[in-house]
Every structure is written in C-alpha cells, then in structure tokens.
C-alpha cells in the first residue's frame, strides 16, 4: 500500500495517507453528523455538528494512527527499521523493514498496537464518564471508546496478518522452537478468518443488510490477499536470510564491452549472440559503467550506427554496487528501490561479478532442487 500524500514525519519515519482513506472519511463523517444532527441534540447548531463529526472522525484515524505507532515504537525500540505508516480505507500499516529476529521481539511488535487501542478505548471511556452531563459531547466519546474497543478485538483475531496472526505466529515459535511452524499456523488462521468474515458477510447480504455484508466480503479478501503476500515474503526471507551476494553472483562478467563500442556493434556483434541483456562496459582494466538493452531502447536506430555505449551507459559512479559480503536480501531490496536488475559486485574497487534478478532465481531453484528449502 502506498501512500498518496505525505503528511509528515514522526520518529524521522514518513506518514502518508492514501486516497481511499478520503473516501472513508467522507463516508463517516456523513453517517456520524446525522447521528450528532441538531434534530437528536437541540443545544447544536448544523455548524457544530458537522464540526463534532469532522473531529471524531479526525480522532477515529488519529486512533489508527497511534496504534501503528504502538508497533512502531516497539519495532525501533528492537532495532527493526519501520520503513513508514500509511493509512488507508482499511486502517492503516506500518511498514517493518525486517523480521523481528526472536519470538519475543515478534510478539512485543505485536503487542504495542492493541495495547494503544486498549489504552484509547479506556481514555475515551473515561472522558465519557467526565463529560456524561453534556449528551452531545458524551456521545462522541462513547462511540469513540466503542470503536477503540471493536478495533482491538478485531485486530486480535488468530489470522495473519492481523496482529492476533502476529502474536499466535510468535507464540508457536516460542513453544515449537521453529519460526516456519509459527508462520504455517498463523497462515491457517489467517485463511479461517479471512473466509470467515466472507462467509459472515454473504450471511449479512441474505440477511438484507447489503453495505456491512459487502464491506466485510472486501475485507476477507484484502485480509486473504495480503496474508497470501507477506507468506511469500517470509518465505523468502527465511530462505535467503545468511546467504551472501558471492553465493548467487555470476563471477565471470563476459561479455565485457569497451565504450567506444558503437551501439549497432553491440547489437548485432555482441547482443545478438549471447543473448544478453545488460553489459559490463571496461575499458582495458579501468570499469566504466553498465549499458542494458533498455538503455538502448531509448536511441532512435537511426543513430545506432553513430552514438557509442559510452554515450548511452550508467556511468561507474553513478552505479548501485555491492560487495561479495553483503547479505543477498540486502541487495535485493536495494534492486527493488531502485529498480532495477543487476548490480556489478566490486572488491577493492574491481569489479568482481555481477548480481541480477535472474541468477538469484537460478539460485534459489538450484536450492530448491537440492532440498535446502522446503515450503513454510
Ligand atoms: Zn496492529
């Protein structure tokens, strides 16, 4: 889930709101100044009650908000990067760069959310009980306490990636001494709960009640979808995780091409018959940059004939390089953020191999095959 707009930063962490959550904050605000009308309280004006219905739904997704920062907090406070919050029409996710490395941690990250949300419900129960005298001001509170509280049970169900999937996954871990077992057990419960709230929510269409029975089928399946994704990604991260970019490099980097090379040599000299899609460029020992076919694409033909690779390259400086010891997921995530599909391995300033997308699958199937990894 991106986020649409940045709001800021807390804790030097980005905080961003996607798009649909406007569509949800309309929705609320409209249902919640009907419900606080002038016609239930007569001390409102239509003013202040669209005014009271604006800030309770202000402080229904600031409730969102702390609670992620409840994960947070713990995270950092566990030396887990948080890579950023975003809300959306569904709540809001913050966005852990790694998996915790103990049960413990796993569980304490798990906690910190509904812990806020306790913490809110009973502080919102509280300024209830103080401003009981005033209705318009009590009901707000009321609501807002009751739906803190709907938050934490529903956050609670056993299912990843609710924080309850979390917090059973962790528990099994501690118990079974095996993280993959937790994960299995969490994406079990994960599956129920997701075909739970669909199967409640075609209940409730039957039953007549078509918006809450259609907004609990959507739910099922975007809680169905991620849980689907973030297996994969554990899954991944389990495999990967101790193994180093020397371990799935190509070390010879052939064919290596000098920059003077004109484009329509690279074609069909050296492109065409190895069939590959990005080159070296080195000029006798000294490296130069990285020309891909993409960067070719965007020549005109016309002036292949011309314009030379050191022309059209990513220059050596300004390449993304890593190091025969950095950790493989490392390397992956800094592919992802910068999109692209190789990075050349340097030692001591040469370079050594080259890292790409595909020898990393070449090499988790090579592993696959030989049973070093077997399914979460
Ligand atoms: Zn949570």
Redo the contacts with the bound molecule.
Sequence with gaps: MNASFQLGRIWGIPIGLHWSLLVVFALLTSSLSARYSPEQYPDLSPGASLLLAVVTSVLFFVSILL?ELG?TWVALRNNIPVEGITLFALGGVARIGEQAKTAGAEFRIAAG??VVSLVLAAAFAVIWFLVRGVTFLAAPCLWLAGTNLALLLF?LLPGYPL?GGRLLRAAVWHFTGSERKGLRVAAIGGQLVAFGLMGLGAFWILSGDFVSGLWLIFVGWFLQNTAVAEQAGSTLQAQLSGTTVAQAMVMEIEPRVPSRLKLRQLVDDVALPSGQRYFLVIDGDEPRGLVTLRDLAKVPRERWDWASVGEVMVPWAQLQRVAPETELLTALRLMDDARIGQLPVVQNDRAIGLLTREEILHYLRLRAEVGLSGRP
Excluded: A, K, V
């Design positions: 609670h994960h959310g509904p956050n924080d």
